[in-house]
């Protein structure tokens, strides 16, 4: 079953629930298989390698068995928090005087603050989406400009399909960082 809410989007993805495994990871109940899981749900459907092989690579490795944290930066945490709260949608879960901390679908974003920022030109953060066309709309509608590049062949959204098969989007935050959506 999915339940589909303006803010978060669905909490049912191929059978795993999000709204299950952020509440286990925000318990300290989350185990290494339920990361294997969540990580390795893209290569599942490729048909690439088993989960006990990630398993065992995850155990063995330095971070593979650790959660990892995004990092964005902001020069005005105001128009940030906005940005990732009120159009993205993604729950604040606190903010101090360094950082905004958002929970993205179990991953902890923080939003930092920077004196000065020099957005690169390249992607700093995506999204893996069910529905690249509908997630491109939804965000048209909550006025975010999706980004045309010279020489790539966009869609009238502003979708890419990749060689690879992937369809991709890329829009800016309030600081000019590149954000994108994907589809696999």
Do not use: H
Not at 148 to 172: C, H, T
């Amino acid at each position: 079953m999915e339940i589909e809410t303006p803010a978060l989007g669905s909490y049912c993805l191929n059978g795993l629930c999000r709204m299950r495994d952020i509440l286990r990871r925000n318990s300290g109940l989350a185990t290494v298989a339920d990361s294997v899981d969540t990580i390795g749900m893209a290569k599942q459907k490729s048909g690439s390698t088993p989960q006990k092989a990630n398993l065992a690579r995850q155990r063995e490795s330095i971070l593979g068995s650790q959660e990892l944290v995004a990092f964005v930066a902001t020069r005005d945490p105001s128009r940030a928090k906005e940005f990732y709260r009120v159009t993205l949608g993604l729950p604040l879960v606190s903010e101090d005087e360094f950082a905004l901390v958002f929970d993205a679908t179990g991953t902890m974003l923080r939003v930092t603050r920077v004196q000065e920022l020099a957005a690169a030109k390249y992607t700093v953060l995506g999204w893996q989406v069910r529905d690249i066309v509908q997630t491109a709309k939804d965000l048209q509608r909550a006025r975010v400009t999706l980004e045309r590049y010279p020489g790539m062949q966009q869609d009238e959204l502003g979708i890419w399909n990749s060689p690879s098969g992937a369809r991709v989007a890329w829009f800016k935050d309030p600081d000019g960082n590149t954000l994108s959506i994907t589809q696999f």
